[in-house]
């Protein structure tokens, strides 16, 4: 039997006999983890994948949710900047997700924190939403050419999108965001022609593969292993 921990519009869902945590705020599922932190939604193994190949060693990501991911690359030694604008989703990160202290956790918003700092990364990851969309201010060529500049060389951007079908519209919102700062884009997609995970990949993409399982959570790991299997890159345009 599942076991609920709610707070306000916050509930925290376990199940008992697995162990498999879920997080959800209001209607915005944020994150699915086993007992121990690791993700079990493919799209944070396919971004994990992809920074992996890159050997990215100082990473930003945009949106904490349960910090799955940040989790993920915090263990595998890599420097994470973890931005948020709700700091009590760092709390249910560390005290539920189990994400490490080394995590850097900053409440701010994500284009700000770029334009008041200098650091630059070898990848920025934007994974925020605010009522299931994307909000408005980084689907602009303004967000993409600030992050660009905070990219050391080789770096890349990847951003998490959810789309209802082939025909979504944030497809072309994307591919003209994002032109203004990379003549290469590149997506990273599935199968499935309804609501899916679609992941834009920007900058030094070139030869990127779509990526397997690294981190082998304690249980759906060959769920995973089949999802991934199910990408494949195109253009984005």
Known sequence: ?????????????????????????????HT?????????????HALFGLMHQKRSRHVLVIGC??????????????????????????????????MPMSVECHTADGARFL??????????????????????????????????????RGGIVLVNMVVLSNDDLLFETMARAMAPAWRR????????HNSRNV?????????????????TPSIRSKRLVKALAGFSFRPLR
């Open 1 to 29: 039997m599942p076991q609920v921990i709610a707070g306000g519009d916050i509930a925290l869902i376990q199940d008992n006999r697995s162990g498999h945590l879920s997080y959800w705020q209001a209607s915005d599922h």
């Open 185 to 192: 884009r590149r997506l990273l997609d599935g199968k499935s």
């Open 32 to 44: 699915i983890a086993d007992r121990h932190g690791v993700s079990l939604a493919p799209y944070v």
């Open 115 to 152: 334009a008041r700092n200098s650091v630059r990364y070898d990848a920025i990851v934007l994974d925020a939403f605010a009522e299931s969309q994307i909000p408005s201010h980084f689907l602009t060529a303004k967000f993409f050419r600030l992050a660009k500049d905070r990219l050391r």
């Open 65 to 98: 949710g349960g910090g799955s991911l940040a989790t993920m690359l915090a263990r595998a030694g890599v420097k994470v900047t973890l931005l948020d604008l709700d700091p009590q989703t760092f709390a249910i990160a560390r005290s539920y997700f189990h």
């Open 199 to 215: 992941i834009a990949a920007a900058g030094a993409v070139k030869f990127l593969r779509p990526p397997r399982l690294i981190v």
